[in-house]
């Protein structure tokens, strides 16, 4: 077993200019690969709403769902840091519910730090997480639960304006505490300018090569998500067609009475073969004399 990763291992890296290896997870046995891979950090992504659930957006996903599927991956991969992403209403209402569900992670699901989208106007819930001890990863670019106010999965932050605030905004977001900023969908000059100016880690998804680390959503990167590609993916499997080929070759093979073959069948005990054919001929024959 793997020592622990910690928040101070990823500052170590950062401070080497070693890469931060990050992936989402949503379940044990992907938390067993990814935890003997050694992934430095895991994600329970609220992206499990799509690639899991088959929503078409991430804002049904509730903090139960959340949970439960934190405490499956936590279970598998015991070494990585794992993160839980903060659901849809689960911090934007006040920052208490904030508190609260984000102390459900940690005391439920043993995470590590949790998640949340937003720029400056989420710096208070980031000060309220920091003063009871819960570390938080900022989420900025291409946030999917603002999704209705970003007019859809578009990239971010490529006219100066935008990308000068995202620049700010992960600023921000470090002063109010946060411990690692995530950097999705905007150009690279972007994640190079503010891996610079930051002090903490900054991970990329579709931020470019510049950032402290990259994270790929699982299902993306095995090819088991077929909806659509995000132009920052790079597949590095392709499942869906190695599982329809599998589902295929099975039904093929039921159809045709090739399974189960005899090496997949269990066979009786020595000698008990002929027992059981005494029983089977004694039960037939007190059936006759029961009903002539």
């Given at each position: 077993?793997?020592?622990?990763?910690?928040?101070?291992?990823?500052?170590?890296?950062?401070?080497?200019?070693?890469?931060?290896?990050?992936?989402?997870?949503?379940?044990?046995?992907?938390?067993?690969?990814?935890?003997?891979?050694?992934?430095?950090?895991?994600?329970?992504g609220d992206s499990v709403g799509m690639t899991v659930y088959g929503h078409s957006s991430t804002l049904p996903v509730t903090m139960d769902i959340m949970i439960a599927h934190c405490q499956a991956v936590r279970r598998g991969a015991p070494g990585a840091l794992l993160i839980g992403d903060m659901p849809y209403l689960s911090y934007q209402v006040s920052v208490t519910e904030a508190v609260r569900n984000a102390g459900?992670?940690?005391?439920?699901?043993?995470?590590?730090?949790?998640?949340?989208?937003?720029?400056?106007?989420?710096?208070?819930?980031?000060?309220?997480?920091?003063?009871?001890?819960?570390?938080?990863?900022?989420?900025?670019?291409?946030?999917?639960?603002?999704?209705?106010?970003?007019?859809?999965?578009?990239?971010?932050?490529?006219?100066?304006?935008?990308?000068?605030?995202?620049?700010?905004?992960?600023?921000?977001?470090?002063?109010?505490?946060?411990?690692?900023?995530?950097?999705?969908?905007?150009?690279?000059?972007?994640?190079?300018?503010?891996?610079?100016?930051?002090?903490?880690?900054?991970?990329?998804?579709?931020?470019?090569?510049?950032?402290?680390?990259?994270?790929?959503?699982?299902?993306?990167?095995?090819?088991?998500?077929?909806?659509?590609?995000?132009?920052?993916?790079?597949?590095?499997?392709?499942?869906?067609?190695?599982?329809?080929?599998?589902?295929?070759?099975?039904?093929?093979?039921?159809?045709?009475?090739?399974?189960?073959?005899?090496?997949?069948?269990?066979?009786?005990?020595?000698?008990?073969?002929?027992?059981?054919?005494?029983?089977?001929?004694?039960?037939?024959?007190?059936?006759?004399?029961?009903?002539?």
């Amino acid at each position: 077993m793997r020592e622990k990763v910690t928040i101070p291992d990823l500052m170590e890296k950062r401070a080497k200019g070693e890469p931060i290896t990050m992936l989402t997870c949503y379940d044990y046995p992907t938390a067993l690969l990814e935890e003997k891979a050694g992934v430095d950090i895991i994600l329970v992504g609220d992206s499990v709403g799509m690639t899991v659930y088959g929503h078409s957006s991430t804002l049904p996903v509730t903090m139960d769902i959340m949970i439960a599927h934190c405490q499956a991956v936590r279970r598998g991969a015991p070494g990585a840091l794992l993160i839980g992403d903060m659901p849809y209403l689960s911090y934007q209402v006040s920052v208490t519910e904030a508190v609260r569900n984000a102390g459900r992670f940690m005391q439920e699901a043993a995470c590590d730090a949790v998640k949340l989208e937003g720029g400056r106007s989420m710096a208070p819930v980031f000060r309220a997480l920091t003063g009871a001890g819960i570390p938080a990863m900022g989420h900025l670019g291409l946030t999917p639960q603002s999704l209705a106010m970003l007019g859809g999965f578009r990239a971010q932050g490529r006219d100066a304006e935008a990308a000068w605030r995202v620049i700010e905004d992960a600023s921000i977001l470090e002063g109010a505490g946060a411990f690692s900023i995530l950097l999705e969908a905007v150009p690279p000059e972007v994640g190079d300018e503010t891996t610079r100016r930051a002090s903490i880690p900054i991970i990329s998804i579709g931020a470019g090569p510049h950032c402290d680390g990259q994270l790929l959503i699982v299902h993306d990167l095995l090819g088991f998500f077929e909806r659509f590609t995000p132009r920052f993916v790079k597949k590095y499997a392709d499942l869906n067609h190695t599982i329809l080929e599998a589902f295929q070759a099975y039904l093929s093979d039921v159809a045709a009475r090739n399974f189960p073959s005899p090496e997949h069948c269990y066979p009786m005990k020595k000698g008990e073969l002929a027992r059981l054919a005494s029983l089977i001929a004694s039960a037939k024959g007190r059936c006759e004399e029961e009903n002539p």
